[in-house]
């Protein structure tokens, strides 16, 4: 009887495991990534979003020839605002087509804020002895506001929006 040892042969060095083997798992821990972003900004959007101005924008737009002829009324009157914030104050300056102060106009509007939750303060207004028109009251918040001024004289009348930033 012979006996023959039989050696398990040696194994085979295995070969260096490329780093190519992660690129799936980067690719889709950065998909993860834009998506999760993505939710974040969608998120934001939404819970920051003021909604609409109102609800009844089917009846504005059958009116909408009537919203274009008023603005074409102004535009022909050549009127010009401007608005400046002086010591917490809305400061309004209304000029003619000629660049020359409107005296004695009725000026009233609100001051709302932009952006944030909705704040609206009425706007009254009395003449300045330069030609412009001061707020009687300082606006109750620093940062942006909106101003939708409405001046009136002789059966004419400007609506504008300006916006000014209380420092």
Do not use: C
């Not at 400061?91 to 909705?118: E, Y």
């Amino acid at each position: 009887m012979s006996f023959i040892a039989r050696v398990p042969p040696m194994p085979t060095p295995a070969a260096p495991r490329s780093a190519w083997r992660w690129f799936p798992w980067a690719l889709a821990g950065v998909m993860l990534l834009v998506f999760a972003a993505n939710g974040g900004l969608i998120y934001w959007a939404l819970a920051t979003f003021p909604g609409a101005t109102n609800n009844d924008g089917f009846d504005e737009s059958n009116a909408y020839d009537g919203v274009l002829a008023k603005a074409a009324q102004e535009a022909a009157l050549g009127w010009s605002a401007t608005a400046e914030i002086r010591e917490g104050r809305a400061v309004v300056r209304l000029k003619d087509a000629q660049g020359r102060a409107l005296p004695a106009l009725g000026l009233a509007g609100t001051a709302a804020r932009p952006l944030g939750p909705k704040m609206t303060t009425p706007l009254r207004f009395t003449p300045a002895a330069d030609g412009s028109y001061v707020a009687t009251m300082a606006l109750p918040q620093r940062g942006q506001w909106d101003l939708a001024l409405r001046a009136a004289s002789g059966g004419q009348d400007l609506h504008v929006t300006r916006r000014v930033v209380v420092p």
